[in-house]
């Protein structure tokens, strides 16, 4: 992106709406008081995909250049389109499904309440631990259904952001399926997909603010910055890199089993060659190879 001097922009449309605007705005009143802790969590139900048997791809499908660099292995209807991204070969989970979405929101939230009370930016996190696995479907998943993920950050002042998973559940967490909270010693603000509320002392609802997740005005963001050069509200390097960084390691985390301590510099794990094996392929299927840049 630099180097070529790119608008890129992440899909993270929430970024461009009014409604997570407006909570940021609130936010950098100080209205919370000290924020030192922010959630992210997803609790709406999916099903179980089951175990269905190898086939054959579609006669329309180029199946050899679809698995790309990915190993090569027989069709799956399973592997295939929608649920290949329950898959280690190709995606990574829910996590990094729709827990990206709601991990940004809850980056900007405790981002929003650093600038209100003076401390310094958070950006990547120096140390992830996460439990959890595969514990309730049972079927072709390789992806945990159930995962707690803990980010600390260590600047002038520490912050804790979390990830929960529960895909299980058919209820809500905070009145909401999926969302972000962060909690401040005056007030606690919840964010969902079609609101955001505080609440104070007792669970008394200080303000609510409804809003939708309309993808328009992220669309027409990115159009405006190819046309202007600006940096997009969903900045690859500022919004897009760090928000992906905690769903990678988050998901090391969760297959090695230990707190991982990550050198923000070069973005390793430190003192771990086997999650730093997993910060990439094992092997690239060629011609798919990597290209260096």
Not at 2 to 20: A, D, F, M, P, W
Not at 109 to 126: K, R, V, W
Not at 181 to 203: F, L
Request: charged letters at 25%; a positive charge.
């Amino acid at each position: 992106m630099k180097k070529h001097n790119r608008v890129v922009q992440l899909g993270s449309q929430h970024r461009s709406t009014e409604r997570l605007k407006s909570a940021l705005d609130y936010l950098r009143s100080g209205a919370l008081g000290r924020c030192l802790v922010a959630k992210a969590w997803e609790s709406t139900k999916q099903g179980n995909i089951g175990n269905p048997p190898d086939g054959t791809p579609p006669e329309t499908v180029d199946y050899d250049m679809w698995l790309g660099p990915a190993k090569k292995r027989p069709f799956n209807k399973n592997r295939f389109h929608g649920r290949w991204r329950w898959f280690h070969d190709y995606g990574t989970g829910d996590l990094g499904n729709d827990g990206v979405h709601r991990l940004d929101m809850a980056f900007a939230a405790l981002n929003a309440a650093c600038a209100a009370q003076g401390d310094a930016a958070i950006s990547l996190p120096t140390k992830i631990s996460a439990t959890g696995g595969k514990w309730y479907f049972d079927d072709m998943q390789e992806w945990p259904d159930t995962l707690q993920v803990t980010y600390e950050y260590q600047s002038d002042t520490p912050k804790i952001l979390t990830y929960e998973m529960r895909i299980w559940a058919p209820y809500h967490y905070h009145g909401e399926s999926e969302g972000a909270v962060i909690y401040g010693d005056k007030a606690h603000m919840t964010i969902g997909n079609s609101r955001w509320r505080v609440y104070g002392e007792r669970g008394k609802l200080i303000k609510e603010v409804k809003g939708d997740s309309d993808a328009t005005p992220h669309v027409a963001n990115f159009l405006d910055c190819i046309k202007t050069r600006s940096k997009p509200a969903c900045d690859l390097e500022t919004v897009g890199h760090p928000a992906s960084v905690l769903c990678h390691a988050g998901n090391i985390a969760a297959r090695v089993g230990r707190t991982l301590v990550l050198d923000p510099k070069t973005e390793t794990f430190k003192n771990d060659d086997a999650a730093n094996q997993l910060r990439g392929r094992e092997e690239w299927r060629k011609p798919w190879v990597l290209p260096e840049v």
